[in-house]
């Protein structure tokens, strides 16, 4: 447990960003399992729509460091491939 009062105010906003940042890494994994599921079904519009809301989730998660940009780079790119993949064997 910290001690000093300075330290007590760094575990409290240390708790709120923890609590936040999870939420918000929560959504961005939904938006991308929406893409993946909607490249599962023959909507191909549907998969179009999720990925450039994913595209842009991750670009604004890579901008506040939620995650890395390479890794938002790599998702964004292995999304991408799966529904050029999708729209290609239609």
Same mark, same amino acid.
């Given at each position: ?24 890494? &929560? =959504? *961005?994994? $939904?938006?991308? +399992? #929406?893409?993946?599921? /909607? ?8 998969? @179009? &729509? =999720? *990925?450039? $809301?994913?595209? +842009? #989730?991750?670009?604004? /998660? ?8 390479? @890794?938002? =780079? ?17």
């Amino acid at each position: 447990m910290p001690n000093t009062e300075s330290a007590k105010r760094a575990l409290r906003k240390a708790e709120r960003r923890r609590i936040k940042n999870k939420s918000e890494r &929560s =959504a *961005l994994r $939904t938006t991308v +399992k #929406k893409v993946r599921v /909607a490249v599962g079904t023959t909507d191909q519009d549907a998969a @179009k &729509s =999720a *990925l450039q $809301t994913a595209i +842009k #989730k991750l670009d604004q /998660a890579a901008d506040k460091h939620l995650i890395h940009k390479n @890794k938002a =780079a790599r998702l964004k790119s292995r999304l991408t491939k799966k529904v050029n993949k999708q729209a290609a064997a239609s």
